[in-house]
Structures are given as C-alpha cells and as structure tokens.
C-alpha cells in the first residue's frame, strides 16, 4: 500500500535533512520511510518544480564512514573480543534455526 506525501511534507522532511546532522538514512528512520531513497528523490522533485533552491544542498554532506571511525584503535580485551565473536555465532545459528522453522511446512516427513 503506497502513501501519499503532501510536498510540504516532503520540503520539511528535506530541508531538516539539510539543517541536521543527521544522515538521510537516520532522517528516513525518523519519518518512517521504508528507504532513504525517498529523501533524495524529493530533493530533486522539489528542485524540478521550483519549491527548493536549484543550488541547496545538505552542507556537511558526507558518504560513508569516518576515517576515525575506520582507524579507531581496538581498545577490547581478549575475553570481549572471545564473547563477540561467540556471539556472532549465536546469533547466526538463531537465525539459521529461525529460517529453518519457517521452512518446516514445506519439508517432507519420513515415514516410517
């Protein structure tokens, strides 16, 4: 089911976009919209008809992560490092069981 959004929705959604510091995936999460693809076709929609500036733009606009972010040291011990990863483990097989369960009407029973 498709929603309608008013263009003043739309203006507001991207011009808060522009002023945050937010990402357009967090200012997507924010909104409810089920992508962040929505705020950058609004930006040009709007632009085409004139509502936004030809020339806005968001001003710290920056795609991906930091170089700080990527550099950080690991500061974990080896135990945390030890129950991460034991964790990870976990947590896939849970999803691997979790798939397997909606699966299960569809597998054959052995009969005996």
Sequence with gaps: ???????????????EYYSSPLGVRAIANKYGLPSKNYI???????????????????LDKKAGRSKESITREDT???????????????KARIDYLEK????????KKNKK
């Design 76 to 90: 974990r011990t080896i135990r945390e490092k030890e129950y991460e990863a034991e964790i990870q483990k976990l």
């Design 100 to 107: 397997l369960e909606t699966l299960q009407p569809f597998l």
């Design 1 to 15: 089911m498709s929603r309608k959004y008013t263009d003043e929705f739309k203006l507001h959604v991207v011009k």
């Design 40 to 58: 950058n076709r609004w930006e040009e929609v709007l632009k085409r008809k004139g509502i936004l500036p030809a020339d806005a733009t968001k």
